[in-house]
């Protein structure tokens, strides 16, 4: 597809060359002057060792005294076609490697360069011993065994009591270094750019423990988000989890922890880092980027900015975005970073100011985070503008960078002063990227769909998500149950009004997601919106936002067209394409439709709670047109799942009853079923938990004959929703309670779901959905008073959550919150919302007489008494979960320090929105308030479970 004057053949294939040529420039000039040294000096024409020359601070942490260059740059001599140099790599770091050093090295550095380029080049060693005979048939493993001795040193690193890593490790004595031995920081990114390189590790060994250390990492994280904006911030504490520094963006310190959520996907298989990833860039998008800007923001505040400039590392995000099919805003973000590269001569400084884009922190070291977006830009669009932004930054590393011998960083963008510096990064990845952006597949040995590239652009190969170890499958299902299951086999969830933004459970192919009618190349249209963005830049994110509005010619890439009726021909065209298969007719259980979508290469599998999963390999299909039809196929699938989803989500039931200790009615909000009977009057009846509460199995006489009748409560997990349900009708339940089995999980937090059927329609009693905290609250109650009678009925979303049907509180008046702060009453109350208003009714109530003071008393006690409770079991659950973890000689520490950071992330939230609702009382006037009560605090709460004396105020 050609905007502009396409280049020709000849011209591609000239600059494919000068980009080898400027490879081997750098990498033989490092090779005769520098190996085996980490780097070479290309102003010096020499070798940079570790403590041989001037220490330059956190940059030499990367180096280690073991040939990082060559290490990781071996693969990209594979992606050269030179076997021959290749071999002879690899026989060299056979001989030579040792990692047995008293060196300090950063950790995330030597993962994601040494260990990932030992991955990397065992992968292409084999592979080329396989189709070669007369190359590397010596090799037997050597380089994945120098890989599985670097992860068993950089594992001590984990032993802390978040899970986090340590920044750094020594080689040799591990965490026993005076150097390291204080430090107690690291970035996210740091944390959270592990889990490719440890889960293939463990994968091609067989040792579990490296990938179960990353994923522990990654958990952690995940956990530590920003619930509001689900945003992370760029530092934390190791010891604590507490956020350092809560400037939240997707540049340095961050970066890469996004990149390795949706990565993990595409490599792993694991659904968890997908959702984590969608809910991540949600806030991303609603608060990051800013038009075509990536602006830093508080992760507590999103609304306001934390930077005024933007680093040159966030250039791989519209890379990032294109992997995720969201290509409107990746075009527009790159044609911003473009007006910059051309503003600098094509050397992006470090930082720049999203004012007047000048330098703000002026070096340029050869990064490849912009050319790696703009390969990644063209092979979605195919307009030859990338290839033309290339060979403009090829231009700029030939004059500006190129040296005697190598490429040298920039000191100064503004004066071009060169640096004695040469990074392993630019051979492995800047170099790469760029050589790739002009090659076809005819110049590669290697069919690079069939790898993911990681941060450092190693290849790891997809194969690695069917070698899945039993550990990590087990730590992987508990997982992926903090997050709801999708209703259907493939879900869709609209997270913008306009229904642009869509989260996929597959790789979009670009390509059907551009409207046949379009007259108008949306990839043009989208840049000329921007031009002259950074000539005229002031101002100039109101200047782009007024634009886009304004513009009526820039059509909108809208995800979620169906354009399932359309596919290219061989100039590149959408032209009319009629499926063997419509996805509306398709039954898992028929044989000839499975027939068929196998032909367009589409498997049919089931996870483990029975819900039917289609898998989509082009390469597989029977041809490519099959292929072609199969992501037509798949693209139809997604569109009609999405509505099942909107049609079951937008639903749920009440779960209803009446507190034993107070007389107070009570309400959870609960999920419904795919399956089973659907209410339209009000279910009502005892309850009583079935034995064994897995109910996966007939269940014991006595429990039996006790469900009878009644509403049976089970526990989620170990078979499917359905097959619980088959189970307790069995014995007589008149209704089915299911309860997550994950601990902490609640309906605050995570959205409400439709359980999912298995086609078979032979359940006819009701089946309900609660999340951990509810359903546990709900079981307490239950031991307070054996024959507590419930009923669940439908409800429309504007009910509230928690009732008290005899006092509840009024409207905040006119002239309260004035910052627009305050929810609107008809909202499902979050559990702050909760404690304050019963918090706010017993205040109301102690005013009264001596009954009425009683009755407030306890419903304060009880509703303490079951948070008490809810926090027993997590701790019991943690100790349970934790006591067989390798962790030498520090599982109490971790077990108190996991629950003391708990305690304090419950404090901060409850003092930063509970607070507030309490003084926003409308009977503050006649009640004590938290100013005057220093007792009504977080603190008070969880420990002595009372409540302050009435403090008379008039």
């Keep these: 597809m050609c905007l502009i004057q396409c280049m020709s053949n000849e011209e ?134 120098l890989a599985q001795d670097l992860g068993y040193r950089l594992l001590p690193a984990f032993n802390t009591s978040t899970g986090i890593p340590h920044p750094r490790i020594n080689l040799k004595f591990g965490m026993r270094s005076p150097q390291i031995i204080n430090v107690r920081e690291t970035c996210t990114s740091c944390a959270g750019t592990m889990i490719l390189e440890f889960a293939a590790l463990s994968r091609l060994t067989g040792e ?3 990938e179960i250390a990353a994923r522990k990492a990654m958990d952690y994280l995940w956990n530590q988000r920003h619930r509001s904006s689900d945003l992370v911030g760029t530092v934390l504490n190791i010891h604590n989890g507490d956020w350092v520094r809560r400037d939240s963006g997707v540049g340095a310190g961050i970066d890469s922890y996004y990149e390795y959520l949706l990565k993990g996907y595409i490599l792993l ?15 991303i998008m609603k608060y990051v980027s800013q038009g075509p800007l990536l602006v830093d923001v508080h992760m507590h505040r999103p609304k306001s900015n934390a930077k005024n400039f933007m680093d040159s590392l966030l250039a791989f995000w519209p890379g990032l975005q294109v992997l995720k099919g969201d290509i409107k805003p990746a075009i527009a973000t790159h044609e911003m970073l473009y007006q910059v590269a051309q503003r600098h001569n094509f050397l992006i400084p470090e930082a720049f100011s999203i004012n007047d884009f000048e330098a703000h922190w002026s070096g340029y070291f050869l990064r490849p985070e912009f050319i790696e977006s703009t390969y990644f830009l063209f092979k979605a669009t195919g307009d030859h503008h990338y290839l033309e932004v290339g060979k403009q930054v090829m231009e700029g590393l030939q004059k500006y960078t190129r040296t005697e011998c190598g490429f040298a960083a920039v000191k100064d963008v503004r004066t071009r002063t060169k640096e004695d510096r040469m990074d392993s990064f630019f051979l492995t990845e800047t170099l790469k990227y760029l050589y790739l952006l002009f090659a076809t597949k005819k110049d590669l040995i290697v069919d690079l769909d069939q790898f993911v590239f990681t941060t450092e652009a190693h290849f790891l190969p997809l194969s690695l998500s069917s070698m899945q170890l039993d550990e990590i499958s087990k730590i992987s299902e508990k997982a992926d149950a903090l997050s709801p299951p999708p209703s259907s086999f ?99 259980t028929n044989k000839e439709h499975l027939e068929i979508i196998k032909k367009m290469g589409i498997n049919v599998g089931f996870t483990t709670d029975g819900r039917i999963q289609l898998i989509h390999s082009a390469a597989t299909a029977e041809n490519v047109d099959k292929g072609v039809e199969g992501a037509l196929f798949m693209q139809e699938m997604l569109r009609l799942s999405k509505q099942q989803v909107n049609q079951f989500n937008s639903k749920h039931q009440w779960l209803s009853f009446i507190s034993p200790s107070t007389g107070s009615m009570l309400k959870f909000k609960s999920g419904i079923a795919q399956f089973g009977l659907q209410l339209k009057q009000p279910l009502s ?136 702060s305050y929810e609107d009453d008809s909202e499902v109350m979050s559990p702050v919302e909760a404690y304050a208003e019963i918090t706010d009714i017993t205040q109301q109530i102690i005013g009264g007489n001596g009954e009425d003071t009683e009755r407030g008393m306890k419903v304060v006690e009880a509703v303490l008494n079951s948070f008490h409770h809810d926090l027993t079991l997590k701790y019991q659950q943690y100790v349970k979960n934790n006591f ?38 409308k009977r503050k006037r006649n009640l004590m308030s938290l100013r005057t009560c220093n007792t009504l605090t977080y603190e008070h709460l969880i420990s002595t479970y009372t409540i302050c004396p009435r403090v008379n105020t008039d």
């Design 12 to 145: 591609i294939q000239s600059l494919r060359d000068e980009v080898k040529e400027m490879f081997y420039h750098g990498y033989n000039s490092y090779m005769e002057k520098a190996y085996p040294a980490d780097e070479l000096m290309p102003l010096s024409c020499r070798g940079r060792y570790r403590d041989r020359e001037p220490n330059r601070g956190d940059i030499d942490d990367a180096l280690g005294n073991f040939s990082l260059t060559l290490v990781d740059t071996l693969d990209t001599l594979v992606i050269f076609n030179n076997i021959s140099e290749f071999e002879r790599g690899v026989a060299l770091l056979v001989k030579d490697l040792n990692f047995d050093t008293d060196v300090v090295v950063s950790v995330f550095e030597t993962n994601i360069r040494v260990l990932g380029g030992l991955l990397s080049g065992h992968i292409f060693s084999n592979y080329i011993k396989d189709r070669w005979k007369d190359h590397l048939q010596w090799y037997k493993n050597e380089l994945l065994l």
């Design 208 to 210: 579990p423990i490296f």
């Design 269 to 283: 298989g694991d659904e968890t880092y997908l959702q984590r990833f969608n809910q991540h860039y949600k806030g």
């Design 490 to 588: 493939l879900t869709f969830v609209d997270e913008e009004k306009d229904g642009s933004m869509q989260y996929f459970r597959h790789c979009p192919n670009v390509k059907y997601l551009i409207k046949k009618d379009l007259k108008v190349d949306y990839v043009r249209d989208i840049r000329e919106t921007l031009k002259g963005y950074i000539a005229n830049s002031r101002d100039a994110s109101l200047k782009y936002a007024r634009s886009s509005s304004q513009s009526t010619s820039t059509p909108s890439l809208n995800l979620a067209s169906s354009t399932c009726s359309m596919s290219y021909n061989d100039h590149g065209d959408l032209s009319e394409k009629r499926l063997s298969l419509q996805p509306q007719d398709f039954s898992a």
């Design 685 to 820: 009846g005892k309850v009583s938990i079935a034995d064994p509460i897995k109910a996966c199995s007939e269940l014991l006489p006595e429990s039996n004959s006790a469900i009878s009748g009644k509403i049976a409560i089970v526990e989620r997990g170990e078979c499917t929703f359905v097959q619980k349900a088959r189970v307790v009708q069995k014995a007589g339940a008149i209704g089915c309670i299911v309860i997550d089995d994950v601990i902490g999980t609640t309906e605050e937090t995570l959205p409400m779901f439709a359980m999912s059927g298995d086609g078979k329609d032979d359940v006819s009693i009701p089946v309900t959905f609660l999340y951990y905290q509810q359903g546990h609250s709900l079981m307490w109650f239950l031991k307070q008073k054996d024959d507590l009678v419930i009923e669940i009925n439908a409800a429309d979303s504007k009910d509230n959550n928690l009732d008290f049907s005899s006092s509840k509180p009024s409207e905040p008046s006119n002239n309260e919150d004035k910052d627009g």
């Design 884 to 921: 067989n973890s390798i962790v030498e000689g520090t599982i109490l520490q971790d077990m108190f320090s996991s629950l003391q950071s708990s305690l304090k992330n419950m404090k901060t939230v409850f003092e930063s929105e509970g607070e507030p609702l309490l003084a926003r009382s």
